[in-house]
Protein backbone atom coordinates (compact mmCIF):
# COMPACT_ATOMS: atom_id res chain seq x y z
CA UNK A 1 0.00 0.00 0.00
CA UNK A 2 1.32 3.37 -0.79
CA UNK A 3 1.58 6.37 1.71
CA UNK A 4 -0.89 9.31 1.85
CA UNK A 5 0.27 12.81 0.44
CA UNK A 6 2.38 14.71 2.50
CA UNK A 7 4.01 11.50 3.95
CA UNK A 8 7.39 10.15 4.23
CA UNK A 9 8.62 6.78 3.49
CA UNK A 10 11.48 6.27 4.83
CA UNK A 11 13.55 9.10 3.87
CA UNK A 12 12.88 12.87 4.47
CA UNK A 13 11.54 14.07 1.04
CA UNK A 14 13.04 17.63 0.00
CA UNK A 15 10.55 20.65 -0.35
CA UNK A 16 11.10 20.74 -3.68
CA UNK A 17 8.73 21.23 -6.50
CA UNK A 18 10.28 18.06 -8.64
CA UNK A 19 7.43 15.28 -9.47
CA UNK A 20 7.65 12.38 -11.46
CA UNK A 21 4.71 9.93 -12.35
CA UNK A 22 5.81 6.66 -13.51
CA UNK A 23 4.48 3.28 -14.78
CA UNK A 24 7.05 0.67 -12.73
CA UNK A 25 7.81 -2.67 -14.54
CA UNK A 26 6.13 -5.81 -12.37
CA UNK A 27 7.45 -8.45 -11.34
CA UNK A 28 9.07 -10.97 -13.23
CA UNK A 29 10.03 -8.59 -15.89
CA UNK A 30 11.91 -6.11 -13.56
CA UNK A 31 14.79 -8.54 -12.50
CA UNK A 32 15.48 -8.92 -15.88
CA UNK A 33 15.31 -5.61 -16.83
CA UNK A 34 17.63 -4.89 -14.01
CA UNK A 35 19.95 -6.86 -15.22
CA UNK A 36 20.13 -5.08 -18.77
CA UNK A 37 20.14 -1.72 -17.16
CA UNK A 38 23.57 -2.98 -15.15
CA UNK A 39 24.79 -4.68 -18.11
CA UNK A 40 24.24 -1.17 -20.83
CA UNK A 41 23.45 1.93 -18.46
CA UNK A 42 25.84 0.38 -15.41
CA UNK A 43 25.31 0.34 -11.74
CA UNK A 44 23.83 3.54 -11.12
CA UNK A 45 20.86 3.30 -14.29
CA UNK A 46 20.00 -0.59 -12.03
CA UNK A 47 19.53 1.78 -9.41
CA UNK A 48 16.99 3.13 -10.76
CA UNK A 49 13.53 0.57 -10.90
CA UNK A 50 12.66 0.13 -14.68
CA UNK A 51 9.95 2.33 -15.89
CA UNK A 52 7.72 4.03 -18.27
CA UNK A 53 7.74 7.66 -17.64
CA UNK A 54 4.34 9.50 -17.90
CA UNK A 55 5.64 12.77 -16.64
CA UNK A 56 8.53 14.83 -15.24
CA UNK A 57 8.01 17.85 -14.17
CA UNK A 58 7.56 20.19 -11.29
CA UNK A 59 4.85 22.17 -9.67
CA UNK A 60 4.66 25.19 -7.55
CA UNK A 61 1.62 23.50 -5.45
CA UNK A 62 2.45 20.02 -4.14
CA UNK A 63 -0.99 18.87 -2.40
CA UNK A 64 -3.12 20.50 -5.63
CA UNK A 65 -0.33 18.15 -7.72
CA UNK A 66 -1.09 15.34 -5.85
CA UNK A 67 -4.70 15.85 -6.09
CA UNK A 68 -4.36 16.06 -9.52
CA UNK A 69 -2.25 12.88 -9.89
CA UNK A 70 -4.88 11.01 -7.80
CA UNK A 71 -8.11 12.06 -10.47
CA UNK A 72 -6.11 10.95 -13.00
CA UNK A 73 -5.74 7.38 -11.60
CA UNK A 74 -9.07 7.47 -10.47
CA UNK A 75 -10.36 7.90 -14.06
CA UNK A 76 -8.31 6.01 -15.60
CA UNK A 77 -8.50 2.03 -16.45
CA UNK A 78 -5.64 -0.99 -16.05
CA UNK A 79 -4.64 -1.77 -19.24
CA UNK A 80 -2.36 -4.26 -20.91
CA UNK A 81 1.34 -2.91 -22.07
CA UNK A 82 3.43 -4.65 -24.26
CA UNK A 83 7.01 -4.24 -24.96
CA UNK A 84 8.77 -5.54 -27.76
CA UNK A 85 11.94 -4.87 -29.44
CA UNK A 86 14.51 -1.78 -29.26
CA UNK A 87 14.64 1.81 -30.42
CA UNK A 88 16.81 4.76 -30.12
CA UNK A 89 16.37 8.73 -29.79
CA UNK A 90 19.93 9.07 -31.63
CA UNK A 91 21.47 11.21 -33.04
CA UNK A 92 19.16 13.60 -31.32
CA UNK A 93 19.43 12.33 -27.67
CA UNK A 94 21.83 9.69 -26.76
CA UNK A 95 19.11 7.19 -25.44
CA UNK A 96 18.22 3.24 -26.49
CA UNK A 97 15.06 1.98 -25.40
CA UNK A 98 12.34 -1.20 -25.42
CA UNK A 99 9.20 0.38 -27.99
CA UNK A 100 6.26 0.31 -25.92
CA UNK A 101 3.48 -0.97 -29.03
CA UNK A 102 0.37 -1.88 -27.08
CA UNK A 103 -0.65 0.24 -24.46
CA UNK A 104 1.07 3.10 -26.01
CA UNK A 105 -1.85 4.81 -26.31
CA UNK A 106 -2.88 4.47 -23.05
CA UNK A 107 0.39 5.97 -21.90
CA UNK A 108 0.23 8.82 -23.86
CA UNK A 109 -4.04 9.55 -22.55
CA UNK A 110 -2.25 9.38 -19.38
CA UNK A 111 0.48 11.87 -20.16
CA UNK A 112 -2.11 14.19 -21.33
CA UNK A 113 -3.79 14.22 -18.61
CA UNK A 114 -1.16 14.54 -15.98
CA UNK A 115 -0.14 17.51 -17.77
CA UNK A 116 -3.40 19.50 -18.31
CA UNK A 117 -3.02 20.26 -14.13
CA UNK A 118 -0.71 22.19 -12.11
CA UNK A 119 2.42 20.66 -13.55
CA UNK A 120 5.06 22.00 -15.34
CA UNK A 121 6.23 19.66 -18.02
CA UNK A 122 8.93 21.45 -20.15
CA UNK A 123 10.35 19.19 -23.02
CA UNK A 124 12.14 19.86 -26.26
CA UNK A 125 10.06 16.55 -28.00
CA UNK A 126 6.60 15.28 -27.78
CA UNK A 127 5.82 12.16 -25.43
CA UNK A 128 6.78 8.87 -26.67
CA UNK A 129 6.21 5.92 -24.48
CA UNK A 130 9.41 3.81 -23.98
CA UNK A 131 11.42 1.87 -21.17
CA UNK A 132 14.81 3.65 -21.28
CA UNK A 133 17.74 0.45 -21.45
CA UNK A 134 20.98 2.75 -22.08
CA UNK A 135 21.26 6.32 -21.44
CA UNK A 136 24.73 8.59 -22.30
CA UNK A 137 26.48 5.76 -22.08
CA UNK A 138 29.40 4.99 -25.00
CA UNK A 139 28.10 4.34 -28.49
CA UNK A 140 29.09 0.96 -28.51
CA UNK A 141 27.06 0.15 -25.67
CA UNK A 142 24.19 1.56 -26.82
CA UNK A 143 25.08 -0.16 -30.46
CA UNK A 144 24.90 -3.60 -27.98
CA UNK A 145 22.23 -2.89 -26.43
CA UNK A 146 19.80 -2.28 -29.39
CA UNK A 147 21.61 -4.86 -31.06
CA UNK A 148 20.76 -7.70 -28.35
CA UNK A 149 17.68 -6.76 -27.17
CA UNK A 150 15.99 -6.17 -30.42
CA UNK A 151 14.29 -9.60 -29.67
CA UNK A 152 12.89 -8.80 -26.53
CA UNK A 153 9.14 -8.95 -26.06
CA UNK A 154 6.76 -8.86 -22.58
CA UNK A 155 3.80 -8.04 -21.58
CA UNK A 156 2.01 -7.12 -18.46
CA UNK A 157 -1.16 -5.22 -16.93
CA UNK A 158 -0.70 -1.54 -15.30
CA UNK A 159 -2.77 -1.51 -12.70
CA UNK A 160 -1.21 1.31 -10.86
CA UNK A 161 0.99 4.16 -11.55
CA UNK A 162 3.88 5.69 -8.94
CA UNK A 163 4.13 9.22 -7.94
CA UNK A 164 7.47 10.08 -6.80
CA UNK A 165 9.74 13.42 -5.54
CA UNK A 166 13.07 14.15 -4.80
CA UNK A 167 14.67 13.40 -1.82
CA UNK A 168 16.88 15.37 0.60
CA UNK A 169 19.52 13.40 -1.77
CA UNK A 170 18.34 14.29 -4.95
CA UNK A 171 17.07 10.81 -5.97
CA UNK A 172 13.77 9.57 -6.46
CA UNK A 173 11.67 8.83 -4.15
CA UNK A 174 8.29 6.61 -4.55
CA UNK A 175 5.73 8.89 -2.04
CA UNK A 176 2.48 7.01 -3.04
CA UNK A 177 0.98 4.10 -5.51
CA UNK A 178 -2.11 4.97 -6.75
CA UNK A 179 -4.39 2.40 -7.97
CA UNK A 180 -6.16 2.76 -11.72
CA UNK A 181 -9.88 3.35 -10.94
CA UNK A 182 -9.50 3.57 -7.57
CA UNK A 183 -10.55 6.20 -5.29
CA UNK A 184 -9.48 10.25 -5.78
CA UNK A 185 -8.23 11.16 -2.83
Not at 45 to 70: C, F, K, Q
Not at 123 to 142: K, N, Q, R, W
Amino acid sequence: MGTNAGETTGTDVAHATALGVVIEIPAPHDAALRTWLRRYGGVAAAAVAPHITLVSGSTTDWDSAVEHVHKVAAQAEPFEVSVRGTGTFRPITPVVFLNVENGADSCSELHDALVDGPMRHEVAYGYHPHLTIAHEVEEAVMDLAQEELKGVSLSFTVQRIGLFALDATGAWSLREELGLGGPSS
